[in-house]
């Protein structure tokens, strides 16, 4: 049995960011989420305040999007490419 080394280099194994510009817009849009509501906000309240975010830096979303039939619903689709949830 192989033991998994846990101090390997874990962008050696090519774990790039997919949208790394728009990753770190949208880190940016939770953090400011955080340290506004803190720690014990509600679930809508910082869906509330990422959404006031997102439109001032006016990056595109979709708020409470059902994802198929599958009766799934995501808090934001971000640019059409990036799924968050609050």
Same mark, same amino acid.
């Given at each position: 049995?192989?033991?998994?080394?846990?101090?390997?280099?874990?962008?050696?194994?090519?774990?790039?960011?997919?949208?790394?510009?728009?990753?770190?817009?949208?880190?940016?849009?939770?953090?400011? +989420?955080?340290? !506004?509501? %803190?720690?014990?906000?509600?679930?809508?309240?910082? =869906?509330? *305040? @990422?959404? $006031?975010?997102?439109?001032?830096?006016?990056?595109?979303?979709?708020?409470?999007? +059902?994802?198929? !039939?599958? %009766?799934?619903?995501?808090?934001?689709?971000?640019? =059409?490419? *990036? @799924?968050? $949830?609050?």
């Amino acid at each position: 049995m192989k033991l998994m080394d846990t101090n390997e280099d874990k962008d050696a194994g090519g774990s790039e960011l997919i949208y790394p510009e728009l990753s770190y817009e949208i880190t940016g849009v939770c953090f400011f +989420a955080h340290n !506004t509501l %803190g720690p014990y906000a509600r679930e809508k309240q910082y =869906g509330d *305040i @990422i959404e $006031e975010r997102l439109k001032e830096e006016r990056i595109p979303y979709k708020r409470e999007m +059902a994802i198929s !039939t599958s %009766g799934n619903i995501v808090d934001f689709l971000v640019d =059409g490419k *990036i @799924i968050l $949830e609050s």
